[in-house]
């Protein structure tokens, strides 16, 4: 063979393993999996993720990963994170599960959920557009099936337990916390 069509084919080849690799990457929209995404309590969690939250649907969804996609990104979900450890950011109790809405900071557009007191837990990264009480309702239905560990929200009116921490006891001043 010449050198100059098997010099034209091996670009071409590696043209073509370039476009194959990049098409692979676009397709898989799946957030990256957390640490325990692999436990069998977020495979059950993922098997009943819901078709839809609000009005995105859900685009992709891997159940080894624990991972789903709602509305080409709009929202994210994965479960098989570490446990949260107690907080002052807002917690909220919704249909049993609680949440943790995560502080973002100044500038971001994105709202960061996060179940707690179950373990693993699972988050949702929501998009601007994304209603945060339509996905919190939705969501919660499916994380009922997280193990739950001792952590709570707790408001103003419950008594901080013997012992607690001072982070804890501070906590407890804001209106709905996590201990």
Excluded at 15 to 43: K, M, N, T, V
Excluded at 58 to 69: I, W
Aim: hydrophobic share 40%.
């Amino acid at each position: 063979m010449p050198k100059r069509p098997l010099v034209i084919a091996l670009a071409l080849g590696a043209s073509a393993g370039a476009a194959i690799l990049a098409f692979q990457g676009l397709a898989s929209d799946s957030p990256e999996p957390a640490p325990h995404a692999g436990s069998a309590s977020c495979r059950g969690v993922a098997a009943a993720y819901p078709e839809s939250i609000g009005t995105f649907r859900r685009t992709s969804v891997d159940t080894a990963a624990a991972a789903a996609t709602y509305g080409d990104g709009a929202l994210t979900l994965r479960c098989g994170l570490p446990a949260m450890l107690p907080t002052a950011e807002m917690c909220v109790s919704i249909g049993g599960v609680d949440w943790v809405l995560k502080n973002e900071g100044e500038g971001s557009r994105d709202k960061t959920i996060v179940t707690y007191g179950r373990s693993p837990a699972a988050e949702a990264v929501l998009g601007p557009d994304v209603p945060t009480d339509v996905a919190l309702v939705e969501l919660s239905a499916a994380m009922k099936n997280l193990p739950k560990n001792d952590r709570r929200c707790i408001d103003a009116a419950t008594p901080v337990p013997t012992g607690a921490s001072d982070q804890q006891r501070g906590n407890a001043q804001s209106s709905r916390n996590a201990i």
